[in-house]
């Protein structure tokens, strides 16, 4: 017998007379509103298979009642206030193939007996407040495809362990505190296709055998403490430099984007110390004069540039004047033009040393172009992500406000969607959006101040030049205090991106963004635009009412070919579900960004598989 109650809106708890259901083989009661805690009585279904609850609001913990249910196949427990921690006795289960926790408040280790589970394929424990060390024990896992543990507390050293898990394609061990070196056991980890360590304190070198690990496409080891070479062969050849920024000393290749690693001495001959001190030596006889030369020429620009404030100056050192921003846009000409917006213009320019730069003046027209300028110094100041587009300096006098920014020479999602001379294939698309949803994740919850930036949209999602997004356009974000979950504004956003509590009763919270978010996710595999709808009808309703089965309705033309893979439409299809979970009509039913980017990471390794 089967029992299916998802998304009935039931309230209340799970009642105690469950338990009588001796014969349930599948019970799923997520999407609802229960609360409480899981009834003991659940430990009488010694028959069932499949137990979901996921997305309820039930509190407690997960008792010693669940080590009855000995055919237990798989638990989906996810996105609820589930406490304590998960019961020794669940190593009893051998029959379970799949746990899923993650999202709730569930601490202590993880218990020894889990290496019982050799059936056990999948494991997502993220987003808990689970401590200790790794066991050595999770190296038993060898049926495992899947193991997220990111957003804990976990501690010391990777187990060597873990390198007997040959079958796994997915390893998620980011945002923890975990120390020591990469073990180098990971090499015999032959499945591996995905691997991120980022948001640790891993030191060490990066293991050259690591180069064996031919299917591995994402390696990710940024903020790290981490130093020497980085290998340059097998999966090496193709990862992106910003997997490794952010750490002790790492060196290379500069396509990493880091400093060659140093010769050593003893090779050096004595021919080229003497070449080096004559090189030394005349540049010490140039560098009086020059200084001079400089040193008169900054005074004589310093005599005529207006003031520059330092709204910014936390953020860098170097400072551009009024006249070198003049004369690297040709004098703010509309042939360097790139961007406008309701409080300013984006000009592309390029400064003497031939450095490429954005430059966002805003208008001063309006009392808004002051407010726009004054927040987003006020909310960049702190702010350091690989997602958001970063800010060079400012000048600023009377009459001219400005920011330079990095230079994003691919344009914006918005011109990749509807532009006919470009296209984004699946895998492009979700991974731009998994930027995205990086950069809201450190904004909402990994920054010192909660930051909500109001204003999510295609226009806003910049590509660099190895189509990586970053998040822009920060002039209506605001800031949360410490003991604040939302605020009032009379400021709005874009239409068709608004949540309904931000567009009725002018309420923001991080769930707004969320809600965004979801539209802008429903958005780029759609490449339909929110606010092109008549009536009552809107993108997320839509959507809605052709997902799961008819995805193919709705889905971009240009993704669909004749000989399309099915089950890449299906990894779309939930994709789009997961949208529609960010765009909630409430609020509290809303996921947040530390899952989306759990489970869209989930969805990028099944494209990868295919």
């Not at 020429?297 to 005529?304: A, L, N, V």
């Not at 904004?443 to 909500?452: A, E, M, N």
Request: net charge neutral; glycine share 6%.
């Amino acid at each position: 017998m089967k029992f299916y109650a998802s998304s009935c809106k039931i309230r209340g708890r799970i009642p105690i007379e469950v338990g009588n259901l001796s014969s349930l083989l599948d019970l799923d009661l997520s999407g609802n509103n229960l609360v409480e805690s899981i009834p003991t009585s659940i430990g009488k279904l010694r028959s069932l298979q499949r137990f979901v609850l996921t997305n309820n609001k039930l509190t407690g913990t997960i008792g010693d009642n669940f080590c009855k249910l000995q055919r237990l196949d798989a638990i989906y427990f996810s996105q609820k206030q589930l406490s304590g921690s998960l019961p020794y006795c669940l190593g009893n289960i051998t029959s379970l193939r799949e746990i899923h926790v993650g999202s709730n408040k569930l601490s202590s280790n993880i218990p020894l007996s889990i290496g019982k589970l050799q059936d056990l394929v999948v494991l997502h424990l993220s987003s808990n407040k689970m401590v200790g060390s790794l066991p050595p024990e999770i190296g038993n896992l060898k049926a495992a495809t899947q193991m997220d543990l990111s957003m804990n507390q976990f501690s010391n050293e990777i187990p060597r362990e873990i390198g007997g898990l040959q079958n796994l394609a997915y390893l998620s061990l980011r945002h923890n505190k975990l120390q020591g070196p990469i073990p180098d056991s990971m090499s015999n980890m032959i499945g591996l296709e995905f691997l991120d360590l980022s948001h640790n304190n891993i030191s060490g070198n990066i293991p050259k055998s690591l180069e064996k690990l031919q299917n591995l496409k994402y390696f990710n080891i940024s903020i790290n403490k981490l130093y020497g070479e980085i290998p340059s062969g097998g999966p090496f050849r193709n990862l992106s430099s910003e997997f490794f920024i952010y750490n002790e000393a790492l060196c290379g290749s500069s396509r990493f984007s880091v400093p060659p690693c140093p010769t050593s001495a003893k090779h050096k001959s004595n021919r080229k110390k003497l070449l080096v001190l004559f090189l030394l030596l005349g540049l010490a006889l140039l560098f009086v004069p020059i200084s001079f030369v400089f040193v008169w020429i900054r005074y004589r620009q310093g005599k005529r540039v207006p003031q520059q404030d330092d709204s910014l100056s936390t953020i860098t050192r170097e400072r551009i004047s009024y006249y070198a921003l003049l004369q690297a846009t040709d004098e703010l000409s509309e042939c360097n033009l790139i961007g406008s917006g309701s409080f300013g213009t984006v000009y592309k320019g390029v400064l003497r040393s031939g450095a490429v730069i954005a430059v966002k003046v805003f208008s001063l027209q309006l009392d808004a172009g002051f407010k726009s300028f004054d927040t987003e110094c006020e909310v960049l100041r702190n702010l350091r992500h690989r997602n958001l587009v970063k800010v060079i300096t400012s000048c600023s006098n009377l009459d001219f406000k400005a920011l330079v920014l990095e230079y994003m020479s691919n344009g914006s999602l918005e011109k990749h969607l509807y532009s006919h001379n470009y296209f984004l294939d699946i895998r492009q698309r979700l991974s731009i959006m998994i930027d995205v949803a990086c950069a809201l994740e450190y904004l909402h919850h990994g920054s010192s101040s909660t930051v909500i930036h109001c204003d999510l949209k295609p226009s806003n999602v910049l590509l660099d030049e190895n189509m990586v997004a970053h998040l822009s356009d920060f002039g209506i974000s605001k800031l949360l205090g410490e003991d604040q979950s939302d605020l009032y504004t009379k400021t709005l956003a874009t239409l068709g991106y608004i949540a309904p509590e931000y567009g009725l009763d002018g309420i923001v919270s991080t769930k707004c963004d969320v809600y965004s978010y979801g539209i802008m996710l429903l958005e780029t595999f759609t490449r339909r635009k929110p606010n092109e709808f008549d009536g009552d009808l809107s993108l997320k309703q839509w959507a809605s009412y052709s997902l799961p089965e008819a995805v193919m309705d709705i889905v971009d033309v240009n993704l669909v070919t004749p000989q399309g893979n099915q089950k890449e439409l299906d990894v779309v299809a939930s994709i789009m579900e997961v949208a529609l979970d960010c765009c909630a009509e409430s609020p509290a039913r809303r996921t947040n960004m530390k899952d989306v980017v759990g489970m869209l990471q989930i969805k990028i390794q099944l494209l990868l598989a295919y």
